[in-house]
């Protein structure tokens, strides 16, 4: 049985800023405006994959930004947003999960409140500073990098991380990462439940994508992590493919994506 575990922005879907050429779907809208979109392509090939796998979105976003998004899949299953702080279970959200999240990083809470001090104080920062469910901070910055190397200086030896990504800077407690909610997903549903959903008593193979820093914890919990190439230095250990590489042809990321899970899916079927 396949689980394929993937980040959403700029690995399944795109911004409107971003031009993916030909044929797209708009997949969310927001306060009336088209904002994200998938190729065709792989819009087509999810809903082929969704009835072959187990596939569980892993995402930043908060509830209300991923409940925004429309895959043509339905609500998936499970979901983790808010970097695995909270578990969707058919888009409820789970409250035992989120008490255990929230028990994991109190001791972080020092640290988010003397980050939140110095976000005030930068006169870069152009957004407002928001604690997400009381897990992490984010805000978006004039100059993000200097932003985020001004959090580093000044939050040095504590038990969070600092990350940048576009115009976003978030401050993340070290424990809140999307691996530690892949080990956790794993111990809450556990495999036999996935087993009986399948009707399968086979070995699970686990596949995940992302595009970013925040997704390497979860890549390499995977026994195949699909990524760009300039995450591959930071991923240790597990089996790791960007699909271009492979296959010699230029594309969307998403593209290349679901093209190989598909083609796992479809080699599972057959036993091979």
């Given at each position: 049985?396949i689980?394929f ?7 399944l879907i795109?911004?409107?800023r ?7 779907r ?5 306060q009336?405006?088209?904002?994200s979109?998938m190729?065709?392509?792989?819009y087509?090939?999810l809903?082929?994959?969704?009835k072959k796998?187990?596939?569980i979105?892993?995402?930043t976003?908060t ?8 895959l043509?899949?339905?609500i998936?299953?499970?979901?983790l947003?808010c970097n695995?702080?909270?578990?969707l279970v058919?888009?409820q959200?789970?409250?035992a999960?989120?008490?255990e999240s929230r028990?994991m990083?109190q001791g ?9 001090g110095l ?5 870069n920062?152009?957004?407002e500073?928001?604690?997400i ?7 978006k910055?004039a ?10 200086q000044?939050?040095?030896?504590t038990?969070?991380d600092?990350?940048s ?6 401050v ?6 999307k ?5 956790r997903f794993?111990?809450r549903?556990g495999?036999?439940?996935l ?8 070995a ?5 994508a992302?595009?970013?820093e925040f ?8 026994d195949?992590?699909l990524a ?9 250990g597990?089996?790791?493919i960007?699909p ?5 042809q ?9 093209r190989?899970?598909e083609?796992?899916c479809i080699?599972n079927?057959?036993?091979?």
């Amino acid at each position: 049985m396949i689980v394929f575990y993937s980040d959403l922005d700029n690995t399944l879907i795109y911004s409107y800023r971003r031009e993916i050429g030909g044929k797209k779907r708009c997949v969310e809208v927001y306060q009336g405006r088209e904002i994200s979109f998938m190729s065709e392509y792989s819009y087509h090939l999810l809903q082929e994959i969704s009835k072959k796998a187990l596939f569980i979105p892993v995402t930043t976003r908060t509830m209300e930004q991923y409940q925004r998004i429309d895959l043509g899949i339905g609500i998936p299953e499970y979901a983790l947003v808010c970097n695995g702080g909270i578990l969707l279970v058919n888009g409820q959200r789970d409250d035992a999960w989120y008490e255990e999240s929230r028990n994991m990083v109190q001791g972080c809470q020092e640290a988010l409140h003397w980050a939140a001090g110095l976000l005030e104080k930068d006169n870069n920062v152009n957004f407002e500073i928001r604690n997400i469910e009381q897990l992490f901070l984010f805000t978006k910055s004039a100059q993000p990098a200097q932003t985020a190397e001004y959090l580093r200086q000044g939050l040095a030896h504590t038990q969070v991380d600092v990350f940048s990504n576009g115009a976003k800077v978030y401050v993340v407690p070290k424990k809140l990462t999307k691996g530690m909610a892949l080990c956790r997903f794993r111990r809450r549903i556990g495999s036999s439940v996935l087993f009986e959903r399948q009707g399968q008593d086979t070995a699970l193979h686990t596949i995940a994508a992302g595009d970013s820093e925040f997704d390497i914890p979860m890549l390499q919990q995977a026994d195949v992590a699909l990524a760009p190439c300039e995450l591959h230095s930071s991923i240790q250990g597990g089996h790791i493919i960007y699909p271009e590489q492979s296959s010699g042809q230029k594309g969307l990321f998403a593209d290349f994506v679901l093209r190989y899970v598909e083609e796992k899916c479809i080699l599972n079927s057959l036993n091979v």
